[in-house]
Structure formats: C-alpha cells, structure tokens
C-alpha cells in the first residue's frame, strides 16, 4: 500500500479507537485501541475494571486503580481468547503504550503501532522502538 492511502487508513483506524474510548467508564482518561490484519479490524478494548467488577477505575483521591486494564492490554487479551494471531498486525491506540503494555504488545507478534497521544512516560515506545516495532506518530487526524 502506497504512503499516502497507508496515512488514510492510519486516521481512519485511529479515528475508530478515538469512539472506542468513550466506552471506557475511566474519568481521568479513557484510551481506545483497536488491532487490525489485512484490512480487518480483530479486536479491540478500551481502559476499564476487570470483568465482575464495579465500573469506577478511580479511587477516592482521584488515582487510577491498580487493577484497571489498559485498552491495548484489553484487546490482546481478546484476541488472545480468539481464533485470531496478533502476529504481523498493527495496534491502533489513542495513547502511546505504557512499559508494561510495551512487553505485551511486543509479545503478541504486533508489528505496527499507530497513536495519536503520547504518554509522559516514553519508556514503552522506546522498547518498541529497540525490538523493531514500526511506529507512527499521527497527531492530526485531520485527512
């Protein structure tokens, strides 16, 4: 796929998890991800609790909580329960990937990531970087 049509469904793509993250119930942040192979979306997530748990992801002092998963951590885990492989796809996040998420991401066989907000904390991208990852930073989503 030529660059410019790529850049297109990079915005798409990335517009789509954008609307996915106003699923999550999180109040400080909600973050959207979607994982997509040859042209076809195969999972997705978004922050929140656990499965079985309440609905509320910040605690009385207006901290995340512990166990809240992140959108990325959701949508692996997702397509990991699936008929689906990760391998050779890309993760479409709204959020660059924190540390942890970084390993999972590497792990899942994802080759490419695609986000528009980076992270305080580059930690994560930079090991994607190391390990071979293509990273695009799009931070217009303006076509």
């Not at 996915?20 to 909600?30: N, V």
């Amino acid at each position: 796929m030529n660059s410019a049509k790529q850049k297109k469904y990079d915005i798409a793509y990335l517009k789509m998890a954008q609307e996915w993250a106003k699923l999550s119930y999180c109040k400080r942040r909600q973050v959207g991800a979607l994982i997509v192979k040859d042209k076809m979306i195969i999972s997705d997530g978004y922050n929140g609790t656990p499965s079985g748990f309440a609905n509320i992801c910040e605690d009385d002092e207006n901290y995340t909580k512990w166990y809240v998963l992140h959108a990325e951590a959701n949508a692996i885990m997702k397509v990991a329960s699936s008929t689906q492989s990760s391998k050779d796809s890309t993760l479409y996040i709204t959020m660059s990937p924190c540390k942890e998420c970084s390993k999972l991401i590497f792990q899942s066989g994802i080759k490419r990531l695609v986000y528009n907000i980076e992270y305080k904390d580059k930690t994560g991208l930079e090991f994607l970087k190391e390990s071979g990852l293509e990273i695009i930073h799009v931070k217009d989503l303006k076509t």
